[in-house]
C-alpha cells in the first residue's frame, strides 16, 4: 500500500499539470482564415466559414471578440437560412446578406439562446458581429457589404 500511494500521488500531479493546457485550447476555438470587408466606411475583420463544418461550429466557445470582428458565413447557393446561438458565450448579431452584397435583414441575438433567427429571404452570406454593432452604426437592411468572396 504504502508504494502505491507514491506511484497515485505522481500520476495525479502529472494529471493535473496536463489539465491546464487542454482546457486553454478548449477555451479557445482555432481562428479560420480572415478577409476585410466594408460596410460603407466601416472595416471589419471576419473570419470566414465556408463549409458545414465551419458553419456549424461558428463562434461557438469564443470568450470575447474585438469591436471590429466577426464572422462570415458564405454559402454555396442562395438560402433560407437560420442562426441560433447554442453554445456561443457573447451576444452577437446577424445580417443576413443577398448573392449582390446587400443586407435584407439584422437580428440581434441572445448568447447561449436556442431561438432560431432567420433570413427574411434567400442569402448567400451571414454576417455576425458583436450585438449592437450595426444598430451603433446606422446600418440597416439596404445597406451594401463590400469585399465579399465571390464577387467583384
Known sequence: MMRTFPILYATILLLAAAL???RAEAEE????????????IHLIRAEVAAND???QQGLM??????PNEGMLFVFDA??????????????????????????INIEEMQEESLQSHC??????YALELNRGWFKRRN??????IDGLPGRK
Open 78 to 103: 442562395p438560402v433560407r437560412t437560420c442562426m441560433w446561438m447554442k453554445n456561443t458565450l457573447i451576444p452577437l448579431a446577424v445580417a443576413f446578406i443577398d448573392q449582390n452584397g446587400t443586407i
Open 53 to 55: 463544418a465551419e458553419r
Open 139 to 144: 446600418i440597416k437592411p439596404g445597406a451594401a
Open 29 to 40: 476555438p482555432q481562428r479560420l482564415p480572415t478577409i476585410s470587408l466594408n460596410a460603407g
Open 119 to 124: 433570413a427574411a429571404g434567400p442569402v448567400v
Open 20 to 22: 491546464p493546457g487542454a
Open 61 to 66: 466557445f469564443r470568450q470575447k471578440m474585438g
